[in-house]
């Protein structure tokens, strides 16, 4: 929910400095796209300020290295703003205390050591037992001491299907799992994860008969599109209309192996300054900022000021 009638202008923080009249302003915007009783379903206070919450996905973006350095990272300029690992997870239970009605938690990023990461899950665990876990990680550094008894899918984010030339790829000295091994304790929850570059080629992957989810590259050029395309076409298509987050997938199968394509996201849009009228997600940036946006100027939720003083 985050239409946006013509009627409609978006509420600022400047807008926020009043919270009656902010209810006011967010009461009378939200009757432009759902009806009384809707706006009284969703309306909540959340860190104090008032909010249409619609957010049933929780994403929180690690704040250790992810140890590589992909060209297309879309996180590159987050990354140089983090915190500890313990005011971290401070700031998950913090988040989780406040709001602990998702049925959705990803976990990407970004790392923690396998201490802290087990402790975040027993966190997530405390206050959202029946949520569905996904983690996203390149493997670096990840063995069987982490625990993902809870964990619904793992996403294993590669460059390539053969491991040197991947650990090449990601242009890092970093001890990265391999697939067979990441599999003898993931089992069945795990998934390869890659972006479709134009020297992507699907039936590399095919021999490791684990479910594949495949990035549109973005912004892309004529042979990543070309590529993924390609890729499209020889899909058994199950599914093209499935939309979440707002992002559009396609799910196929692709020598009886599924595979699930993220196609992108075209309606995201970046408002600096934005105040969180319609909170559609809620994401936990490495810095401990915590926002309803992929940027932490827009859609600002929390921070605990001790622990992000500079932020």
Same mark, same amino acid.
């Given at each position: 929910m985050?239409?946006?009638?013509?009627?409609?202008r978006i509420?600022?923080?400047?807008?926020?400095?009043?919270?009656?009249? +902010?209810?006011?302003?967010?009461h009378?915007?939200?009757l432009?796209? *759902?009806?009384? $009783?809707?706006?009284?379903a969703?309306?909540r206070?959340?860190f =104090?300020?008032p909010?249409?919450?619609?957010?049933?996905t929780?994403?929180?973006? &690690? /704040? =250790?290295?992810c140890?590589a350095?992909?060209?297309?990272?879309?996180d590159?300029?987050?990354?140089?703003?983090?915190i500890?690992?313990?005011?971290?997870?401070k700031?998950?239970?913090?988040?989780l205390?406040?709001?602990?009605?998702?049925?959705?938690?990803?976990i990407t990023g970004?790392?923690? /050591?396998?201490?802290?990461?087990?402790? !975040?899950? #027993?966190?997530?665990?405390?206050?959202? /037992?029946?949520a569905?876990?996904?983690?996203?990680t390149?493997?670096?550094?990840?063995?069987d001491s982490y625990?993902?008894?809870?964990?619904?899918?793992?996403n294993?984010?590669?460059n $390539?299907?053969?491991d040197?030339?991947?650990k090449? &790829?990601?242009c890092?000295?970093t001890?990265? *799992?391999?697939?067979?091994k990441?599999?003898?304790?993931? =089992? #069945?929850? !795990?998934?390869l994860?890659?972006?479709?570059?134009?020297?992507?080629d699907?039936?590399?992957?095919?021999?490791?008969?684990? /479910?594949?989810?495949?990035?549109r590259m +973005?912004?892309?050029?004529?042979?990543?599109?070309?590529?993924?395309?390609?890729?499209?076409?020889a899909?058994?298509?199950?599914?093209?209309?499935?939309v979440r987050?707002?992002?559009h997938?396609?799910?196929g199968?692709y020598?009886?192996?599924?595979?699930?394509?993220c196609?992108?996201?075209?309606?995201?849009?970046?408002?600096?300054g934005?105040y969180?009228?319609? !909170?559609?997600? %809620?994401?936990?940036?490495?810095?401990? %900022?915590v926002? =309803?946006s992929?940027?932490e100027n827009d859609?600002?939720l929390y921070?605990d000021?001790k622990?992000?003083?500079?932020?």
């Amino acid at each position: 929910m985050n239409k946006m009638n013509s009627k409609q202008r978006i509420i600022m923080e400047s807008d926020a400095i009043n919270l009656e009249q +902010l209810e006011y302003k967010i009461h009378q915007q939200a009757l432009f796209d *759902i009806d009384q $009783s809707e706006y009284e379903a969703h309306i909540r206070n959340l860190f =104090g300020r008032p909010v249409l919450d619609f957010a049933k996905t929780l994403v929180i973006n &690690l /704040p =250790g290295s992810c140890f590589a350095n992909c060209p297309y990272c879309i996180d590159k300029d987050l990354r140089k703003n983090t915190i500890s690992c313990d005011d971290f997870l401070k700031t998950c239970e913090a988040v989780l205390m406040e709001k602990h009605n998702f049925n959705e938690v990803s976990i990407t990023g970004g790392s923690l /050591p396998s201490n802290k990461f087990n402790k !975040l899950i #027993d966190i997530i665990q405390k206050y959202c /037992p029946n949520a569905k876990i996904t983690w996203n990680t390149n493997g670096a550094k990840v063995d069987d001491s982490y625990n993902v008894s809870h964990i619904k899918y793992i996403n294993l984010h590669r460059n $390539s299907a053969n491991d040197k030339i991947n650990k090449e &790829l990601f242009c890092t000295d970093t001890d990265i *799992i391999s697939i067979e091994k990441f599999k003898l304790f993931a =089992g #069945d929850k !795990l998934c390869l994860r890659v972006t479709v570059d134009k020297d992507f080629d699907i039936d590399e992957y095919v021999k490791y008969n684990t /479910p594949m989810y495949l990035n549109r590259m +973005l912004p892309g050029t004529f042979e990543t599109e070309e590529t993924f395309n390609k890729v499209r076409k020889a899909l058994n298509i199950t599914e093209c209309t499935d939309v979440r987050r707002r992002n559009h997938y396609i799910n196929g199968r692709y020598k009886n192996i599924p595979v699930r394509l993220c196609v992108g996201d075209h309606l995201a849009q970046h408002v600096s300054g934005r105040y969180p009228a319609w !909170l559609n997600v %809620v994401i936990i940036h490495r810095s401990g %900022v915590v926002a =309803g946006s992929w940027y932490e100027n827009d859609k600002f939720l929390y921070k605990d000021e001790k622990i992000c003083k500079n932020k």
